[in-house]
C-alpha cells in the first residue's frame, strides 16, 4: 500500500518538474528571441531597440568630418539626409555592417541606380 502511494507521488512529482522545466526554456527562448531582434521589452513594457551610431557612407559636414546620426531604427530603414549646400535630398539606408571606428554603416541609396 505504501508502495502504492510513492509511486503515485513520484508520477506526479516528476509531470510537475517536465512542466516547470518546459516554462523555464520557453520563456528563455523567448527572451534570447526578443534580445536578438532588438524588441526586448522595457521596464514600462514597450518594445525598446539599442541606439546605433550610424556613418552615412560618402557624406561630409561643412567641416570636412564625416557625418554620424543616431537612431534606434533596425537594420534596412531608409532615412533622408538634407544636403548641406544645396536643396538636395540624399538618401542612405542603415545596415547592420560594422565600420572600423566602432559605427554601423548608412550607405547612400544613390550610389545604386
Not at 41 to 64: K, N, Q
Amino acid at each position: 500500500m505504501l508502495n502504492d502511494v510513492i509511486a503515485g507521488s513520484i508520477a506526479e512529482v516528476l509531470g510537475g518538474l517536465a512542466v516547470v522545466a518546459f516554462v523555464g526554456l520557453d520563456a528563455r527562448a523567448r527572451r534570447r528571441r526578443a534580445a536578438r531582434r532588438g524588441t526586448a521589452r522595457g521596464e514600462d513594457g514597450a518594445a525598446t531597440r539599442p541606439a546605433r551610431t550610424y556613418t552615412l557612407i560618402g557624406a561630409r559636414a561643412p567641416d570636412g568630418h564625416a557625418v554620424q546620426i543616431v537612431s534606434s531604427r533596425p537594420a534596412g530603414t531608409v532615412i533622408a539626409r538634407q544636403e548641406p549646400a544645396g536643396d538636395r535630398r540624399r538618401r542612405f539606408e542603415l545596415t547592420d555592417a560594422i565600420l572600423s571606428d566602432g559605427t554601423y554603416a548608412a550607405e547612400p541609396l544613390d550610389w545604386y541606380r
